[in-house]
């Protein structure tokens, strides 16, 4: 078996060897975090996410309306239902 240089362990410093404890801002308290800058949208770029939120409202609306009409039918059809059958 070849032996391999092994390294001494005093040799290898360790994050513990350091008796000092240093506090990285100074106040040795945590400072909420912040978020990070952002670059503004161009005016080109609000306008096209302003008129993509206008179109997915129209679409909300339209679908709620069209939610409203099934269920108006369904209560409908039920009533129907308990008619003919008797219940």
Do not use: W
């Not at 909300?60 to 069209?66: A, C, E, I």
């Amino acid at each position: 078996m070849q032996d391999l240089p092994s390294a001494n362990s005093q040799d290898i410093p360790l994050v513990d060897d350091d008796d000092v404890i240093s506090v990285v801002g100074g106040s040795g308290t945590p400072r909420p975090a912040q978020p990070l800058p952002r670059e503004e949208p161009s005016k080109e770029e609000k306008a096209r996410l302003i008129s993509q939120v206008l179109e997915l409202q129209n679409t909300l609306v339209d679908l709620s309306r069209r939610v409203d009409s099934v269920k108006e039918e369904c209560l409908k059809l039920h009533s129907e239902n308990i008619y003919y059958l008797g219940s």
